[in-house]
């Protein structure tokens, strides 16, 4: 007798692995959907009707579009994050203007290298789309102006801004902060 038994020797019946096909399935569904002719013998649909097949290749095409879409989700949400934080820089950067504004309108930054300094401030940020709302003589729109004042106005036909207390600045759509406004109203 030999230290292990035979299990054929004692009648148990012996537990063949079930076979499998040269490959793993999935590869396999890949080149059918991109058309690669696979060979009968090593395919996974061997010996099954062509609906399972059918439905292999549907199931395959429906991951294939989820997976699509789920990229594009993610670049959506990546560029969406980025303007965000786009957006919370100028959003931070919102008083120091309004600081080099006050200097401006005040004389301080006529010349100089603190002028040039604020020029270029103004210009950076401007390339990452931030715009000044300080127009006046325009129909006043509640969406970008907040009317700190009403006035009776005597060449106005609609409610017209007639004068900028605060400079609002916006980022392409996107208004961070209305502009301060008189408004002109009809009499």
């Not at 997976?67 to 560029?79: F, L, P, T």
């Not at 020029?119 to 300080?134: F, M, V």
């Not at 961070?176 to 406004?181: G, H, N, P, T």
């Amino acid at each position: 007798m030999t230290d292990s038994p035979n299990p054929e020797e004692e009648g148990e019946p012996v537990v063949e692995p079930a076979e499998t096909p040269d490959g793993d399935a999935l590869s396999q569904a890949k080149d059918i959907l991109n058309g690669v002719e696979v060979p009968a013998e090593e395919s996974v649909a061997q010996g099954s009707d062509a609906d399972t097949a059918a439905e292999l290749k549907n199931d395959l095409l429906r991951l294939q579009a989820e997976y699509v879409n789920y990229r594009k989700r993610v670049e959506r949400d990546r560029a969406v994050a980025g303007q965000m934080a786009v957006i919370g820089v100028l959003n931070s950067l919102l008083p120091a203007l309004d600081d080099i504004e006050a200097a401006r309108t005040h004389g301080d930054l006529v010349d100089g290298p603190f002028a040039a300094i604020a020029s270029k401030i103004e210009a950076a940020l401007g390339t990452y789309g931030l715009e000044r709302i300080d127009a006046t003589d325009v129909a006043f729109d509640p969406t970008i102006h907040e009317a700190l004042i009403q006035q009776p106005g005597t060449d106005v036909e609609v409610d017209t801004v007639s004068q900028v207390l605060r400079v609002g600045y916006k980022s392409g759509e996107r208004i961070l902060r209305a502009a301060q406004v008189i408004v002109a109203v009809p009499e």
